[in-house]
Nanobody, 125 residues
């Protein structure tokens, strides 16, 4: 297992910004994709964004234009910059290796997927 440590969550008012980070000290890269996936209270998991090893990105329509996924390979860190946050973005956010998100918010994972612990994001109206 590759240990993943997520951080950066918090409480912000509507319209605010946060940047999530996820560090994988033993991560060696994924050709399938590294993703952020969230789960709101009482709801199913929802894919947020994916970045591939070639830098290609994909976003759920609900966050496109507001969120930006990026990675620093030297630091083995995945980021999610979240701007113009809305109350409906309130959720626990998870980083996941070998999972891929599509524009509908669905996601798929390979058998060797690894998830970090969630970091809570709360957006107040």
């Amino acid at each position: 297992q590759v240990p993943l440590v997520a951080s950066g969550g918090g409480s912000v008012p509507s319209g605010g910004s946060l940047r999530l980070s996820c560090t994988a000290s033993e991560y060696t890269g994924s050709t399938y994709g590294v993703s952020w996936i969230r789960r709101a209270p009482g709801k199913e998991f929802e894919g947020v964004a994916t970045i591939a090893s070639d830098g290609g990105t994909a976003y759920a329509n609900t966050v496109k234009g507001r969120f930006t996924i990026s990675q620093d390979n030297a630091k083995k860190t995945l980021y999610l910059q979240m701007n113009s946050l809305k109350p409906e973005d309130t959720a626990s956010y998870y980083c996941a290796i070998n999972c891929r998100v599509d524009s509908s918010g669905a996601y798929s994972c390979r058998d060797d997927n690894v998830w970090g612990q969630g970091t809570q994001v709360t957006v107040s109206s």
